[in-house]
């Protein structure tokens, strides 16, 4: 446990939370102190250490349970936690050294704040005038409920682990442990989406701002031009922008329909083999636009699922459409008797990392103009919203994108 502890005081002597925590504190009890100087100085009003002093006992609740909640978070989502037991630490001892760690910051949140209203408070409006025994007692009552606070939140944030063989005390544990797993995920979804929502709006602002941008320009080489021709060619270049730009609101609009979780989807048995050589032949013009033959594969097994069909036609129609973007001129679509739908295409211009990518929100690369990135990312959410599982992989400059549905 030594190791466990020496660890962990590392960890919090370095994190930059705990910094932070300790910086509050002795400002909140600075601050506090200078306010009653000034009630002092500018009204007249008699003032002690005494009001501000045991402030800290009614703060330190809120900061422990922050400081525990995000310090802790950090081992579970790194699987730090995990490890430690996998290495052979008992799971008490991770429990322990974890809560001594809690109460020790916890001790020193009070102590920055306890410093800073003494040294500041003693010049300026002079010492407590409770009795010393008085004193000792809340104090002794404020540690005492610090430590039982941290023991709580660090429990909280830890997966409870029960050895013994109360069938009751099992059941309850494992439905605690399955909502601190939710909470976790939960906040790391969060966490994630937060920052794609950042670059997401700044390549709105960009894909929105770029076609405007030359509409507005051409409309005003419009206006000075005579010639009949090159007005047509400007009034065709505004009408390509034009279009581009309607296809990317069309496209939000329906990821932010797809990705809104107001209304379920209506689910009915849907025979997957009927959909898929629909969608295919609805995109045969367009394949053939782009000297694509498909490749079509599909079992003579009735393949039923309970689905949404319109939500399946779009997952197909947008798998299709990204392999018309990147293909180097095949495409393959097969349906296995176990209902895995395989769609694939030669890419040699792509790389392992940026088809990784391809589910992610308005992600685009270089050899696809007039994307706008949403396209896969909507098929990925449909398809999870019908439980359905996608996956894209890279392998010998072919593009393999798989769906799945139970």
Known sequence: MSKLLYANFFRLWRNRLFQVGLGFMFFAGGWLVFQQYRQLTGYGASVTLDSTFFVYTMMIGVVSAIFCSLFLNVEYSDGTIRNKVIVGHERTAVYLSNLIVNIAASFLFCLSYILANIVIGIPLIGGLTIPLRKVLLILSGSMLTTIALCAIFTMINMLIHISGHDADMRELAAAINS????????????????????????????????????????????????????????????????????????????????????????????????????????????????????????????????????????????????????????????????????????????????????????????????????????????????????????????????????
Request: proline fraction near 2%.
């Open 179 to 406: 909502q601190l797993r939710v909470f976790h995920q939960s906040r790391q979804k969060f966490e994630h989406g937060d920052l794609e929502l950042k670059e997401a709006i700044t390549n709105i602002s960009h894909d929105l701002r770029t076609p405007l941008t030359a509409i507005y320009g051409y409309l005003r080489l419009l206006k000075t031009e005579e010639c009949p021709e090159t007005r047509q060619s400007y009034l065709s270049a505004i009408e390509d922008r034009t279009k581009a730009l309607k296809q990317l609101t069309e496209e939000l609009f329906h990821y932010t329909i797809a990705a809104g979780d107001t209304e379920e989807l209506p689910l009915e048995k849907v025979t997957v083999n009927g959909v898929l050589e629909s969608c295919i032949l609805s995109y045969y013009a367009v394949l053939n636009q782009h000297n694509i033959t498909p490749q079509i594969s599909v079992t003579d097994k009735k393949i039923e699922r309970t689905l949404n069909e319109n939500a399946l036609s779009r997952i197909f129609g947008n798998i299709i459409n990204n392999a018309v973007k990147y293909s180097d001129g095949d495409l393959s679509v097969s349906l296995s008797e176990d209902g895995t739908i395989t769609f694939s295409n030669h890419a040699a211009g792509l790389t392992e990392v940026q088809v990784g990518r391809f589910f992610d929100r308005f992600y685009t690369v270089n050899t696809a103009r007039k994307s706008t990135g949403l396209g896969l990312s909507i098929a990925k959410t449909l398809t999870e919203k019908m439980n359905g599982t996608i996956s894209a992989a890279y392998e010998n400059s072919t593009i393999t994108i798989q769906i799945s549905f139970p």
